[in-house]
């Protein structure tokens, strides 16, 4: 069975810096993708970035570019999301997700969320 939990999440102020870590209990095909989403209150979620676990191919969405790194912990079968001059539209619950595919649409596994509050 496929676990994804995440931790990290918290409370920080415009301008500074948050990881997120989510790690996966078992590496399959039907898990060789990461990704990181988010939804804000009262908006759809969105897709912020993704990794292949073989690889490290990773992809961003345009809103994150430059501020955020996701990288992968082959040995701990963990991701992280490096978030960098944060902003007070980044507050979000952040959503850990396990996939087959190197897309920004559906994924197959969830994790469940972590609150990411970011004050202006």
């Known amino acids: 069975q496929v676990q994804l939990v995440e931790s990290g999440g918290g409370l920080v102020q415009a301008g500074g810096s948050l990881r997120l870590s989510c790690a996966v209990s078992?590496?399959?095909?039907?898990?060789?993708?990461m990704a990181w989403f988010r939804q804000a209150p009262g908006k759809e979620r969105e897709f912020v970035s993704a990794?292949?676990?073989?690889?490290?191919?990773?992809d961003y969405a345009d809103s994150v570019k430059g501020r955020f790194t996701i990288s992968r912990d082959n040995a701990k079968n963990t991701v992280y999301l490096q978030m960098n001059s944060l902003k007070p539209e980044d507050t979000a619950v952040y959503y850990c997700a396990a996939g087959s595919r190197f897309w920004r649409y559906d994924y197959g596994y969830w994790g469940q969320g972590t609150q990411v509050t970011v004050s202006s």
């Open positions: 078992v590496r399959t095909f039907s898990t060789s993708v």
């Open positions: 990794i292949v676990w073989s690889g490290g191919s990773t």
